[in-house]
């Protein structure tokens, strides 16, 4: 698994560079973030669920049922939307109260 950065989203907070496990994020001269080496990426998904700007996306893998799909997050108060965009650009989306997450 791997992640992808739409720079035009990014805005240069560095939040995913302090979170990235593998210090797999730099920053270009442009400011903005981009990912070294994609192979190496573990897959955490640590620095989607940190940028609040959705610049960052994980490509969910086809074992489970991804198929070319990303997945990014944004959160609003206590709820959290998980973003699915598919390749064919039909989008789902599966808000989780964190509140209430842990209670099953």
Known sequence: MSI???KEKCVGCKKCLSVCPGSLIKFGKDE???IKYPRDCWGCS???KECKFSAISLYLGADI???GSKLT???EGDI???TI???NDEVSVIDVNRK???QY
């Open 46 to 48: 640590s620095c989607v």
């Open 73 to 75: 997050t944004n959160m």
């Open 32 to 34: 903005k973030a981009y």
């Open 100 to 102: 209430a997450s842990n």
């Open 4 to 6: 992808d950065i739409n």
């Open 85 to 87: 965009k598919k390749s």
């Open 65 to 67: 049922g991804g198929m």
């Open 80 to 82: 959290v939307h998980w």
